[in-house]
């Protein structure tokens, strides 16, 4: 059993989950691989860059999901200014 789960292995609390993170003038909304001290690595994500739209843009990720238009990205942990789950997010 240890080796089915290997590959998931100190992840972080967050692997697998649907964040947003707000890296200041970007927000992105993806799966959570890892945070690393690189940044955090998310799969099937999708940014968001107009600061003025974000509630509309969180709001409607909440409701009915993201698009994922980037298959993988790291965000860098110097522009990370936070990181939540997405389902614990109260907009509006």
């Given amino acids: 059993m240890d080796f089915v789960r290997s590959g998931h292995r100190d992840k972080g609390a967050l692997h697998g989950i649907t964040v947003v993170v707000d890296a200041g003038d970007e927000l992105w909304v993806g799966r959570c691989d890892e945070v690393t001290e690189e940044g955090v690595v998310l799969r099937d994500a999708d940014v968001h860059r107009d600061v003025d739209g974000r509630e509309a843009y969180l709001q409607k990720?909440?409701?009915?999901?993201?698009?994922?238009?980037?298959?993988?990205?790291?965000?860098?942990?110097?522009?990370?200014?936070?990181?939540?789950?997405?389902?614990?997010?109260?907009?509006?």
């Avoid at 298959?71 to 942990?77: A, E, G, K, L, M």
């Avoid at 990370?80 to 509006?92: E, F, M, N, R, Y």
Wanted: glycine share 6%; aromatic share 4%; net charge positive.
């Fill in 61 to 92: 990720a909440l409701q009915v999901g993201h698009w994922p238009r980037v298959p993988h990205t790291v965000v860098p942990s110097a522009r990370v200014v936070s990181i939540q789950k997405l389902a614990d997010l109260s907009v509006g």
